[in-house]
């Protein structure tokens, strides 16, 4: 199993190569030029991505996902609390529930609504269970983990990696380390998604921003 990162902007999209290749997030609006860079450095063809899967539908998820999908040829696959938004380009942008959070997201918000998104085709629409992806060649599963926003989802590999998309952050200038979204839309859900992921074995976390971690850092911080 191979990973890699594609830096698209702010936001890290994460290529896992087994017997096929999918990719993880769409990266933030405009920056379409930076992923086919990354691409073209890790030496991926394009039409090798079977997959598109987006964690969940923040501006800076989507942002180039209809031009990936156009490059690609990947299936989009989201969950169907957030279809909508990937179909209709809408520039969401979840709460702050730290203090840091909200004045973070204060800036944020006014800068993300002046973004335009691609409506992008959706493929695979994935519910509450789990959702294997032996079809593109991967050992592992994408698990439903709602909190930071309704349609949360991850992608679990058999080997114990996680991909967790903003369900954690880890480093400035938003957390100090690895810690808990300084946004979501509720707290209490992010935790039971934490267990939930836990409970999986999972053991190396890779965020949408910032760099991968042991889940053993964030033990302390999930515990009610
Ligand atoms: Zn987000
Ligand atoms: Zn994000």
Redesign the pocket.
């Known amino acids: 199993m191979d990973i890699q990162i594609i830096k698209v902007g702010i936001?890290n999209c994460y290529i896992i190569k087994h017997e096929g290749t999918i990719l993880i997030d769409g990266g933030v609006p405009g920056e379409f030029d930076k992923f086919l860079k990354g691409l073209k450095e890790s030496g991926i063809d394009p039409k090798e991505i079977k997959a598109l899967i987006i964690t969940h539908c923040?501006w800076?998820?989507i942002g180039c996902a209809k031009k990936i999908k156009d490059k690609t040829g990947a299936k989009v696959v989201v969950h169907k609390y957030e279809k909508d938004i990937l179909i209709k380009g809408e520039p969401v942008m979840p709460p702050g529930v730290t203090r840091w959070g909200k004045i973070l997201g204060f800036f944020i918000n006014k800068l993300s609504k002046k973004f335009s998104i691609e409506p992008c085709e959706v493929d695979i629409v994935i519910g509450e269970e789990d959702y294997p992806l032996e079809e593109f060649g991967i050992k592992g599963k994408i698990v439903f983990t709602p909190g930071h926003s309704p349609g949360s989802i991850s992608v679990v590999l058999n080997s114990g990696d996680a991909f967790v998309?903003?369900m954690a952050m880890n480093g400035l200038p938003l957390t100090i380390g690895p810690n808990l979204p300084i946004f979501a839309e509720d707290m209490s859900v992010v935790k039971n998604s934490w267990r939930k992921l836990i409970d999986m074995g999972v053991k190396k976390i890779h965020p949408?921003?910032g760099k991968p971690f042991l889940v053993k850092k964030l033990m302390n911080k999930v515990v009610l």
């Open positions: 936001t923040h800076d998820h998309g903003d949408a921003h």
